[in-house]
């Protein structure tokens, strides 16, 4: 019996309400708002699965092959970011899933709020969820980066810099950031 290809939607998060709206789990908001209110999450192990679709453009686009369907099974992993690869596998290999079927979501300082990028593989530009994923199942997938922006004032000394790095991804979003987010999540949408 034919079955028919899904793709591997996985959104880079931190697991937990202390976590809710902040600027690392951009990806999180991308899922649960690709996955639609009306999903119905299952926990698995190390992650929580919605089945779905997707528009077939955007998997398309993603994918950069000719897909029939938008069936998607959306990912949100439980295991903090910096071992997201964790999860990664575990839904690859419950769902048999290649990697060239799979796009990840998630929050890049390097572009601007409310800009968006797409690419496959490259470097990890020292996203912590990135390199785990990269460590675990390679890094030849789909990328959307959401883009967050850097704090507007930066430190000088390295270790403060750091830091402020730290608290801006783990920062939550401002009502106006927030918008503009959601725009650029929808924008993804578009048919």
């Not at 528009?55 to 295991?79: C, M, R, V």
């Not at 496959?120 to 994923?133: D, E, F, P, V």
């Amino acid at each position: 019996m034919f079955k028919s290809r899904r793709l591997l939607i996985i959104g880079l998060g931190n697991p937990g309400s202390e976590y809710k709206n902040t600027r690392h789990n951009a990806g999180f908001m991308a899922i649960d708002f690709l996955a639609g209110s009306g999903a119905k999450w299952k926990s698995e192990k190390n992650f929580v699965v919605a089945k779905g679709k997707t528009s077939i453009k955007l998997a398309n686009e993603l994918t950069g092959k000719a897909w029939d369907n938008g069936h998607a099974y959306f990912i949100k992993p439980q295991t903090y970011m910096n071992l997201s690869g964790l999860a990664v596998m575990a839904a690859m290999q419950k769902y048999k899933i290649p990697l060239t079927d799979i796009i990840v979501i998630h929050d890049d300082l390097d572009i601007q709020l409310g800009d968006i990028r797409i690419k496959t593989g490259g470097a990890n530009a020292g996203h912590n969820g990135l390199k785990s994923i990269s460590a675990a199942v390679g890094n030849d997938y789909r990328r959307i980066r959401i883009g967050i922006g850097r704090p507007i004032t930066m430190p000088t000394e390295c270790q403060n810099k750091h830091n402020e790095i730290i608290n801006w991804v783990l920062g939550r979003f401002t009502t106006t950031e927030k918008i503009a987010i959601f725009k650029v999540i929808e924008s993804m949408c578009a048919n």
